[in-house]
């Protein structure tokens, strides 16, 4: 196999898989070339300076919080496919270094935060005829053994309220992130990290909310802070 042809079928895969996880309107942003919008509610300015931060920090965690239209789904798909780019060429190939297909597990994922709690429930309540999720702890540690450095963003992490299967499910996974040292990429629609962190430690059993504090730990050890603000 030629070196070219090679490149293309690493280049083909890895398009075929941005497509698999990024929703179709952000499977186009690319880090380097994305540009200020005028359709955001952040100004021009702001979203230039953001830009030539994550562009001078492509491989840290980040939290987005702001308004719903303020670009943090824009940034965070950006990031998201930045990673991709990354990690197929070196971590893709085979012993041979022939562009080998994934195995059973995923190092870069994309999820919707409810979405993904729904697919733990059914695979939980249903284990004969649901799907096994493809992003647990338990993969993101097999990964870090295999030399893999996950990459994992969650998206509208407070749409709904937190429960306390919800809050125990997060704290899972991120203590499964930070133990690895592995991307944390998380966008809120809360204005503030206070809003974020008084949302954060109440969940629906009063009497058992013990996961915030260190939950808003780990975010913070392992995420570069980033407002994404109307104007």
């Known amino acids: 196999v030629s070196q070219c042809r090679c490149q293309s079928l690493i280049r083909f895969k890895a398009d075929r898989y941005i497509k698999r996880i990024l929703p179709g309107r952000y499977q186009r942003n690319n880090l380097w070339t994305l540009q200020p919008s005028p359709a955001s509610k952040m100004s021009l300015q702001r979203q230039a300076k953001v830009l030539e931060f994550l562009r001078s920090n492509p491989d840290d965690g980040y939290f987005l919080f702001g308004a719903p239209g303020t670009s943090k789904t824009t940034f965070a798909t950006a990031l998201v ?28 994922n994309y999820v919707n935060w409810d979405s993904y709690i729904q697919s733990l429930l059914d695979y939980q309540n249903h284990p004969d005829t649901a799907p096994e999720p493809t992003l647990t702890p338990r993969l ?92």
């Open 81 to 108: 496919r930045r990673a991709i780019d990354r990690d197929w060429k070196t971590k893709i190939l085979d012993s041979q270094g022939f562009p080998a297909m994934y195995k059973t597990t995923f190092w870069i």
């Open 140 to 231: 993101i540690r097999q990964n870090a053994e295999r030399g893999r450095t996950s990459c994992i963003a969650i998206e509208e992490i407070d749409k709904s309220r937190l429960t306390e299967y919800k809050a125990n499910k997060l704290f899972d996974l991120v203590c499964a992130i930070d133990e690895t040292k592995s991307q944390l990429i998380i966008t809120t629609n809360h204005r503030s990290e206070e809003s974020f962190q008084t949302w954060l430690y109440r969940t629906d059993n009063e009497s058992v909310n013990l996961a915030g504090e260190p939950v808003w730990r780990r975010i913070v050890d392992n995420c570069k802070v980033i407002e994404c603000r109307a104007e």
